[in-house]
């Protein structure tokens, strides 16, 4: 547990641990993030890819707390928005504050819908359409690879 923070002007950044805890920087280069993501959730969250319908791990989560970004670990959902969209995949009413996600439209597949990747990573994250429940009328629907649940 060292508490000394080192003048980053005279360290050397040639070796980087790995499996270092959240909060480092975001990796910049495809290698990077296979490095850091299982072959499942470097698919989903840097080639967006969709997981198959009820096969998250994420569907059923009967504590509380929050789900973080698979990527990076930014908080983006809690439970208490979580709702049973029967959908097959995870779904929530909003994000856990403004600015965490980012919207971007998607025309692909020949669709018009709004993809959500994480606004401090870029990982794809799923789609938000609105036909949700109150009291947003939105929905979240994300993919459990793209989330790491953070029991309270
Ligand atoms: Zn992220």
Known sequence: MSTNRADPTATDATSTPAGKPAGTPVPTSDEEWRTRLSPDRFHVLREKGTEPAWS???????DTGLFRCAGCGTALFRTDDKFDSQSGWPSFTRAVADGVITEHQDRSFGMRRTEITCATCGGHLGHVFPDGPRPTGMRYCINSLSLEFDPD
């Open 56 to 62: 998250g791990a994420l569907l059923d989560v009967h």
